[in-house]
């Protein structure tokens, strides 16, 4: 299962992501994680100090160095048939240009697309914008980038994305009334439409739909 998870801060793309990695673990599947790395600076896997290095790059710096974690992570697409990415090239198109690197355009998602594999499933996770913006007030990030006025533009730049990409295999997912202990399991039986047939035999052979994860 390579899914590509898509959407504004906030959306529940991280709470997927670590929910699909503990269940994975725990029916023998691994799934190689990539939440933070498209995101800068990558507060998941760097310390505190390279964190402000990050965050620091001059935005010549922040285009380039995007762009090669982007090329990086085709073969990792290739290499391994479970993938989890949060964000990546189409969240570079949005952000890009909004908040690291201003003055240069991303005009290679789409072409990036094209050298995926083609079972990946690309996940638009939504939420209601006022349910967003509690989320930021309760949880702020250490480098938080969206602001709550942004909520409803971004989820439009994210839709337009969404609708206009390449990929055959897609799906909405909203998570407004999700928690942490729901988000998993509702995924799980809302994905089943776009799996491939390998996928799918696997997850009912650890799981039956409507029983607990």
């Given at each position: 299962?390579?899914?590509?998870?898509?959407?504004?801060?906030?959306?529940?793309?991280?709470?997927?992501?670590?929910?699909?990695?503990?269940?994975?673990?725990?029916?023998?599947?691994?799934?190689?994680?990539?939440?933070?790395?498209?995101?800068?600076?990558?507060?998941?896997?760097?310390?505190?100090?390279?964190?402000?290095?990050?965050?620091?790059?001059?935005?010549?710096?922040?285009?380039?160095?995007?762009?090669?974690?982007?090329?990086?992570?085709?073969?990792?697409?290739?290499?391994?048939?479970?993938?989890?990415?949060?964000?990546?090239?189409i969240e570079e198109k949005i952000y890009g240009p909004r908040y690291y690197h201003p003055e240069s355009e991303v005009t290679y998602h789409r072409w990036l697309e094209h050298k995926m594999p083609s079972n990946c499933i690309l996940v638009n996770m939504v939420c209601e914008p006022d349910v967003i913006r509690q989320r930021m007030k309760d949880d702020p990030h250490p480098y938080q980038?969206?602001?709550?006025?942004?909520?409803?533009?971004?989820?439009?730049?994210?839709?337009?994305?969404?609708?206009?990409s390449y990929f055959r295999r897609k799906l909405e997912f909203d998570t407004t009334g999700l928690t942490p202990e729901t988000i998993l399991e509702t995924f799980l039986d809302r994905v089943r439409p776009v799996l491939t047939s390998r996928d799918l035999v696997f997850l009912d052979s650890v799981r039956t739909p409507g029983s607990p994860v």
């Open positions: 299962m390579r899914l590509i998870l898509i959407g504004v801060e906030y959306a529940g793309k991280t709470t997927l992501a670590n929910a699909m990695h503990d269940w994975g673990l725990s029916v023998g599947k691994k799934f190689h994680m990539d939440d933070g790395d498209f995101t800068i600076p990558d507060y998941h896997h760097l310390s505190p100090e390279d964190q402000e290095t990050m965050w620091n790059m001059s935005p010549v710096l922040k285009e380039r160095f995007q762009r090669m974690v982007l090329y990086y992570h085709l073969e990792i697409l290739e290499r391994y048939d479970d993938c989890v990415f949060g964000g990546c090239h980038l969206v602001q709550p006025g942004e909520v409803e533009e971004l989820q439009e730049e994210f839709l337009h994305e969404y609708n206009h």
